[in-house]
C-alpha cells in the first residue's frame, strides 16, 4: 500500500514568490494535517483538513492557505514568501482519529 | 486546550547506555498516545502507540507506558545503539480537538560509538 506521498520533495524559491506544496494521503483517509518544522524548532501545527473542508488552522499568517481535493489530496501554498518560511513541510493523513502517517516532506528553501 | 511537553534536548549517550525521554500531556477525556522518530534527512515514522490506560507500546527495543495518573508516556530503551541518534516526537490525538495531533517539542538523541 502506497504512503503519504509528498511534492516536490525539495523547492527552492525567491522572496516574495509564491510556493505551492502537494500530498497525496493513504488511500482511505479523509484527513490531511499539514505542519512546518523549522530549523531548531519543534513541529508547528498549519492546517486540517477533512472531507474537503478546513477544520482548523494554527498560528500562521493568511498568506499560507491550502485546500483539499475531492479526492482527498491537498495543496499548501504560501504567499510572499519570506525568509523565515525556509522549513521541511509535512503532510500527514489519518482515518478519522486513527494514527496519522506522514510524508516524506518538502523542504522548502527560500532565498 | 490539549498539550504535549517533552524534555528539552539535546540528549547525548554513550552507545548501550539506558534511555528515558520523558513526556507528559494535559488532556481532556482519553488521548492515544504515540511516539515518532525522525532519523536524519528522513520523514517522521510512527515509533509505537498506546491507545488506553496501562496499554505499554513498543518497537524496536523502545517502550512507553501510558500512566493516566501522572499523564506521562515516557519513552524508555535498554541499551541504545549509535542507528537510534534521531529526534522524537511524543504526540497525542483523539481528544476533543479530533483528529488533530498534537506534538511536542521535540528530543534530539545523540548516541556516541
Known amino acids: 500500500e502506497a504512503g503519504v506521498t509528498q511534492s516536490p520533495t525539495h523547492l527552492i524559491k525567491t522572496r516574495g514568490q509564491q510556493a505551492t506544496l502537494r500530498c497525496s494521503p493513504i488511500?482511505?483517509?479523509?484527513?490531511v494535517y499539514w505542519y512546518q518544522q523549522a530549523l531548531g524548532l519543534g513541529l508547528q501545527f498549519l492546517l486540517w483538513?477533512?472531507?474537503?473542508?478546513?477544520?482548523n488552522r494554527g498560528n500562521f499568517p493568511p498568506r499560507f492557505s491550502g485546500r483539499q481535493f475531492p479526492n482527498y489530496s491537498s495543496e499548501l501554498n504560501v504567499n510572499a514568501l519570506e525568509l523565515e518560511d525556509s522549513a521541511l513541510y509535512l503532510c500527514a493523513s489519518s482515518f478519522r482519529d486513527a494514527k496519522a502517517f506522514f510524508g516524506q516532506g518538502t523542504r522548502l528553501t527560500v532565498v | 486546550g490539549d498539550s504535549v511537553t517533552q524534555m528539552e534536548g539535546p540528549v547525548t549517550l554513550s552507545e548501550e547506555a539506558f534511555l528515558t525521554i520523558n513526556c507528559t500531556y494535559t488532556a481532556t477525556g482519553y488521548p492515544s498516545l504515540f511516539w515518532y522518530v525522525q532519523y536524519p534527512g528522513e520523514g517522521l515514522q510512527l515509533l509505537l502507540k498506546a491507545t488506553k490506560a496501562d496499554d505499554k507500546g513498543s518497537n524496536k527495543g523502545f517502550e512507553a507506558t501510558y500512566r493516566k495518573e501522572t499523564t506521562s508516556f515516557h519513552l524508555e530503551k535498554g541499551s541504545v545503539q549509535v542507528s537510534d541518534s534521531a529526534v522524537y516526537f511524543c504526540a497525542l490525538s483523539g481528544v476533543s480537538s479530533a483528529s488533530k495531533i498534537i506534538f511536542g517539542s521535540g528530543t534530539r538523541l545523540s548516541i556516541r560509538p
Open positions: 488511500s482511505g483517509h479523509t484527513s
Open positions: 483538513y477533512d472531507e474537503g473542508e478546513e477544520r
